[in-house]
């Protein structure tokens, strides 16, 4: 698929060409899911508020980073063999016990 996002557009179009060419997106890549996925396998405690629930206002999820995608996070817990699909919307921070891998430019393994 070809994804074309408004903000990346060519500065150099002629006046009055209305056709916009789309440019590379910056080299800047640290998005949150990049860096869990710099960090698959470890575990981490997942912040989040859910602000229209007063029984799950605030909540902290526990678990082993298994995949993060743009909107969300798969945890799983080895104790229980539970998986949950954490939704990004909801995530206050995130806590880890141990030091993160980190890169300010994510390339894909």
Known sequence: ???????YVN???PKGNMSYQPMALPSEQSYIENILRL???KKIRVHQTFPDSNE??????T????QSGR??????????????????IY?????FDE??????????M
Request: glycine content about 6%; aromatic content about 16%.
């Open 1 to 7: 698929m070809n994804y074309y996002n408004p903000l």
């Open 11 to 13: 500065k150099d179009t």
């Open 39 to 41: 960090n698959k396998g």
């Open 56 to 61: 799950w206002r605030d909540i902290e999820f």
């Open 63 to 66: 678990g082993i980073i298994e």
């Open 71 to 88: 909107d969300h996070i798969i945890l799983s817990d080895p104790k229980t063999g539970t998986w949950q699909v954490l939704l990004m």
């Open 91 to 95: 995530v206050d921070y995130i806590s």
């Open 99 to 108: 030091p993160i891998n980190y890169s300010s430019e994510f390339y894909p």
